[in-house]
């Protein structure tokens, strides 16, 4: 008995990453098919997790974005590029993307593509506190503050001038002269590079009250009753150096002798 050979054809479709894109929390973002641009394509599929679950398809002339409850309304497919907007970007967003997509020669192509999801940095805050004038010159003490982690400071002192030390940190000290004009004080928070924030204080030597610019209202908090220390470092006629400590404290007096 003679078993009459078989041929089999098996079509091998490689999988292409496309890497990976990223956007903000509540902004619309756009994932790119990655299609042949000569391509007319006749079907899409737009699926997410092991499971090749359909989150968008096109297929017979009918598109549906409507599949996945996590997405509700959100999705809308763009059947000549193959690209899916997704609105609204949500934390649960943030995932990888495979789009699977045949053209009308029934040639087909399957691309994936890695969604990240950002937060927008929040605003951070700014304390300061202001020591006595003394032969013309104030120190002011400033404290940059951001209520997300992992972030990496920076100053902006305009005019350039004035002498500060340094601007790297989140803690900022700076010499003021009486008879300078208004000096802004701009806090920069940044992570990896990309994403930042800032605020500004606009301050004086003889200001009773941290004055925030009027172009941009600014939460702010004069400290200048806590008890914090700092040396006051000036140089008056040859190298006089005057030091005060502030502890929320009467300064005392030494024993007369």
């Known amino acids: 008995m003679s078993l009459s050979p078989f041929t089999f054809a098996l079509a091998v479709v490689l999988v292409k990453s496309l890497g990976e894109v990223s956007g903000y929390l509540?902004?619309?973002i756009?994932?790119?098919?990655?299609?042949?641009?000569?391509w007319t394509l006749s079907k899409i599929e737009w699926s997410i997790w092991s499971n090749h679950t359909w989150i968008a398809t096109y297929h017979k002339g009918r598109t549906n974005t409507e599949r996945v409850h996590q997405f509700g309304q959100r999705l809308s497919l763009n059947i000549s590029s193959g690209d899916l907007t997704i609105q609204n970007l949500t934390k649960d967003d943030a995932m990888e993307y495979t789009v699977d997509l045949l053209n009308t020669d029934d040639e087909e192509k399957v691309n994936k593509i890695n969604l990240i999801v950002r937060e927008l940095l929040q605003k951070p805050t700014i304390q300061a506190a202001r020591s006595l004038s003394v032969n013309g010159e104030c120190l002011m003490v400033l404290k940059c503050s951001s209520p997300d982690s992992g972030v990496s400071y920076s100053w902006d002192v305009i005019p350039s001038s004035v002498y500060t030390l340094d601007r790297s940190?989140?803690?900022?000290?700076?010499i003021l002269n009486t008879t300078q004009n208004?000096?802004?004080f701009t806090c920069t928070t940044t992570t990896n590079n990309i994403d930042h924030a800032s605020s500004v204080v606009t301050l004086k030597c003889d200001d009773d009250e941290i004055q925030p610019p009027t172009q941009e209202p600014l939460k702010y908090q004069c400290r200048v009753k806590f008890a914090f220390p700092f040396l006051i470092g000036f140089l008056v006629g040859a190298s006089i150096v005057t030091m005060i400590y502030c502890f929320g404290g009467k300064k005392k007096t030494p024993p007369l002798k």
Do not use: E, H
């Open 182 to 184: 208004s000096v802004n």
């Open 30 to 38: 756009i994932l790119q098919s990655g299609v042949d641009p000569t």
């Open 169 to 174: 940190s989140a803690r900022l000290s700076a």
């Open 26 to 28: 509540g902004d619309t």
